[in-house]
């Protein structure tokens, strides 16, 4: 499989969880940690795919401030989401074990928002990343 196919997929991967976080917004009460948690591995896809479009094997981890450094080796401007990055990191290990919850709607919104950034930065720099049929529906 060729480095553009196997990045789509983590693009579809990525888009998917997206879509779900926001399809969680509709439940009652609404599951704050698992919307978090959902925008977190959207952002990971996202670089992740970026990477293997390069032929790197994504390494297995979750820090997204350290994956966006390995992005930042192709494209310097990887920084201009740095924070973007940082705040969403914790949230890809704190919602996956029983805990008291800290988080708030705001928490969410913007937890929401930094995946739609990073979604919208890295398709910027990588639209082959989006498979042709996707980008008729949409």
């Not at 390995?70 to 969403?88: G, H, M, P, R, V």
């Not at 928002?113 to 989006?130: N, R, Y």
Request: net charge negative; with cysteine; aromatic share 8%.
């Amino acid at each position: 499989m060729d480095n553009q196919i196997r990045a789509q997929e983590w693009q579809r991967l990525a888009e998917q969880d997206l879509k779900s976080a926001g399809y969680l917004l509709n439940m009652h009460p609404v599951p704050l940690e698992i919307v978090c948690y959902l925008c977190q591995q959207s952002a990971e896809k996202y670089m992740k795919g970026y990477l293997v479009l390069y032929g790197i094997n994504p390494p297995k981890i979750h820090d997204l401030n350290e994956l966006r450094k390995l992005c930042s080796e192709y494209s310097n401007t990887f920084k201009d989401i740095a924070d973007q990055c940082s705040d969403l990191t914790a949230y890809g290990i704190q919602p996956r074990y029983p805990m008291e919850s800290i988080l708030e709607e705001q928490d969410m919104r913007q937890a929401l928002a930094s995946a739609k950034t990073i979604q919208d930065f890295v398709l910027d720099f990588a639209p082959e990343m989006v498979p042709e049929e996707q980008e008729l529906n949409e």
